[in-house]
């Protein structure tokens, strides 16, 4: 059984010798990251919508596309679910009543792109990818993103639904902003930000990370999911990771690159996303009434996945399975 006092006893010492284990003084990296054949192509992805967009993710790579056609196509489905509140069209709004959208994507060249604060577009991840492959930049936020999705052909669309605006009006009466525990997984509110990461069978990687952000937030603000090396972060020669749950304990460690380095150094994806969960522990006083996931994979196909709180799940696919699995969590 997973004792929390050991676990924080060993991190603590593997924080005393810095972020380099003990594992690495015999083991050189390429050991560590060489693919297994038969566990690629995998692909997972956070909470239970992970499961469809798994699926299509797996129909792209099987047919031919490449792992970032499949990490943007994964997403496609969340983004266009009016009934999930957390993610594109549908999501719920900040607490002026406009649905504000982040996304991230990087693929195996290390390439970046990300859009935040953007509005009326159903699929930002796509607009994030043209700001990855078709401008010098990695980041474009607010008007300037929505000013270059229209110049590269996407239409403005309504994302609040008329149920997202009856909830919005309905919280407007008491503007009480308290964001509570895996409030997205609650059957009315539905599910949280997708983040979803694949490893195609040549060990290729690439992730992608959605979200219409905390509800009710203020207006302009932007959370994890754009940043990259906070919500998302891909290196080729290594794995990746990708974060859900409160931004701000993300944004403030940097989680994602941290696992993705931790992995560098030696670390399982699983021991990975321990580690970054245990930093926030330590570093983030908020961290007792906050959510925080993270899932990783490695150029193995390994995969991990932890949270600050009980009730975080993510979908994987490998070996011609597609299941969810319940996180284990700090507290
Ligand atoms: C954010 N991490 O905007 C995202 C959204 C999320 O629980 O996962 N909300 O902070």
């Not at 509005?119 to 993103?145: C, F, Q, W, Y």
């Not at 229209?150 to 902003?177: D, V």
């Not at 995969?303 to 600050?308: A, D, I, K, R, T």
Request: proline share 5%; glycine share 12%.
């Amino acid at each position: 059984m997973f004792n929390r006092r050991k676990f924080i006893e060993k991190a603590a010492a593997v924080g005393a010798l810095g972020l380099m284990p003990t594992v690495l003084k015999s083991q050189k990296l390429s050991a560590l990251v060489s693919p297994k054949k038969g566990d690629l192509p995998v692909i997972i992805s956070t909470w239970n919508h992970g499961i469809p967009a798994n699926a299509k993710a797996l129909e792209i790579l099987h047919s031919g596309g490449s792992v970032v056609d499949a990490v943007e196509q994964g997403v496609w489905i969340p983004e266009a679910d009016p009934d999930n509140h957390s993610v594109g069209l549908g999501g719920t709004p900040d607490r002026d009543g406009h649905v504000t959208l982040d996304a991230s994507i990087m693929g195996p060249d290390g390439n970046a792109g990300s859009v935040c604060f953007l509005e009326n577009i159903v699929h930002p991840i796509s607009v994030a990818r043209k700001v990855m492959e078709d401008t010098p930049h990695v980041i474009l936020s607010g008007e300037g993103a929505l000013q270059f999705a229209l110049q590269n052909g996407f239409q403005e669309e309504n994302l609040l639904t008329p149920e997202r605006e009856k909830a919005w009006k309905k919280w407007a009466e008491e503007s009480n902003y308290n964001p509570e525990i895996n409030w997205e997984n609650k059957p009315n509110e539905f599910h949280d930000t997708i983040g979803l990461l694949a490893v195609d069978s040549k060990g290729d990687i690439a992730g992608a990370c959605t979200t219409s952000g905390l509800g009710y937030k203020m207006r302009g603000r932007v959370g994890d999911s754009p940043i990259i090396g906070a919500g998302l972060f891909v290196d080729n020669e290594i794995g990746a990771a990708t974060a859900t749950g409160m931004g701000e304990l993300v944004l403030k460690t940097l989680g994602s690159f941290l696992v993705v380095e931790l992995m560098r150094n030696g670390r399982t994806p699983q021991q990975a996303c321990e580690e970054a969960v245990l930093r926030i522990v330590k570093k983030v006083p908020e961290n007792k009434i906050r959510q925080v996931g993270f899932i990783a994979v490695n150029k193995n196909g390994e995969v991990g996945g932890y949270s600050l709180q009980p009730g975080f799940n993510y979908a994987i696919s490998q070996n011609g399975k597609n299941k969810m699995v319940d996180c284990r969590s700090f507290y």
